[in-house]
């Protein structure tokens, strides 16, 4: 037992460790900046805010504690507390995924499994800036093995434990309530299907989405089910575009790059060598988890290799089942094999990882927006306007995104030339007309109605679908007056 907490202890503060190398100097991505302003206005008001208005209740207060705690100990950065939020929760995915292996495979498999996640790029990349991913992926696996631990012991506390750490995970990230599928086929392979089990099951899913809805009763009693419905109308971040989509395909990709061959080809066998050993529960759960993240994430219109992060746990398990199979001299090949699949899968994402810990080019960009503009001036800004509002302390104005003329000639009239006539300096960001305008209605409309004087550029990071490459932008800032008649 002493060795076994030494192990495990010593695994945990390696993905710590590797986590906290690389954590982000700033908010690397939108939502980090917004959950932490959520947690810490939660933090000063006593009142839940929801991140996006509509979501992840539990990120929030999780991340307002790791504010509350850290500021004891003299971090005064929000933005920093989140971080080092999913750093933790990070690792401690880590140390979960050991425990559910060894619960559905054995030790020495579970730890070789770990070891991989521990140096996983993707995984130590979704650790490193605060956001709900890393916790959610956490309480999925605390469910996973809980609904393990039920189905050999047959205790009901168990299945109850499983059933609330599956609500904890809806709460943290809705989407996440996916993983009640691959659960289920634990609980039914080892039940059967009959009158009485689904019945348990019946009660299992409605204590977690019980123990789920909870967190949501403050927004619904306040606002009714309106702000979800806005949320769903945007269908460029919740459509669901096919298994087949250019998006699906895109998905298929990300895997490849990010597993490299060789991990493609230790999946294979570890998935073929459970078969061969008719560890076909085992083999058939990994499977379900794999298909039904996968499937999902990677058929949204707002996919990323964020987002496909727990699709991809099966696959270093299965990695970590062919490694940890082998005893002898073929023991210490296989410890040979595990270090350079770290070594190489992980070096080939360090350099972008090491950028983002040693510079922070969104916050910077805001602060250099203060310096060339007026304290009431306003930017107009799409997505970068949450890094201007929060650095340059400056009012942001966001523009429709649309095809149609008279909305656009609308905004003009009804919200810029009011600013100008006032005599308000009025900027504007490159990114706001050179993004989300496929007509070109905007920027036509902007540049022949107005005159733009060019302030100077700054380079800028392109957060959306950067997590493990690196893109630079060059951010440009005009100032918009009214052409003389």
Known sequence: MVKRICVLAVLFVFAFSVR????????????????????????????????????????????????????????????????VMSVFFGALGVLLLFFVVEKLLDFRRAMFASI??????????????????????CLALASALFMLRYTSLRRMSDLFFAAFFLGFCVAARLSDALVVLPLAYLFFSAEGVTNRSLKTFAVFSGAAFLSAGLYYVPLLMDKGLSPFAGVLAKHEQSAFLGIFSPAAQASWQWL??????????????????????????????LVAWFLVFQLFYGSVSSTGVRYLVIAWLPLVVAQGSFLGNFFGRRFYLSCCLTAILCLTSFLMYAPVLEFRHRHALQSDFGRWVARKTEPDSVVLALDE????????????????????????????????????????????????????????????????????????????????HALLNRTLI?????????RKQ
């Open 116 to 137: 991989l996640l521990a140096c996983f790029a993707p995984h130590v990349a979704i650790s490193t800036f605060g956001k709900s991913l890393t916790l959610s992926i």
């Open 256 to 285: 490849a790059q990010s597993l490299t061959a060789e991990g493609l080809i230790l999946v294979c066998a570890g998935l073929s060598y459970m078969l061969l050993k008719r560890e076909l529960r085992s083999f058939l759960f």
């Open 20 to 83: 906290l190398l690389y954590i982000n100097k700033g908010p690397f991505h939108y939502d980090t900046l917004d959950l932490a302003q959520c947690a810490q206005k939660t933090l000063t008001t006593g009142i839940l805010h929801y991140e996006h208005g509509t979501g992840f209740p539990l990120t929030v207060l999780v991340a307002g504690f790791f504010i509350f705690l850290l500021k004891i100990f003299g971090a005064t950065d929000p933005v920093f507390c989140v971080n």
């Open 385 to 464: 306007s949450i890094f201007i509002e929060h650095y340059a302390k400056r009012k942001t104005l966001k523009r429709p995104i649309t095809c149609r003329r008279e909305e656009v000639l609308d905004f003009f009239k009804d919200e810029l030339d009011p600013l100008l006539d006032e005599g308000r300096g009025v900027y504007v960001i490159s990114t706001a007309f050179a993004a989300y305008d496929e007509c070109g209605i905007f920027k036509q409309g902007l540049f022949s109605r107005y005159r733009l004087t060019a302030l100077g550029s700054r380079i800028n990071e392109d957060w959306h």
């Open 474 to 482: 060059i951010e440009r800032l005009y100032k918009i007056e009214k």
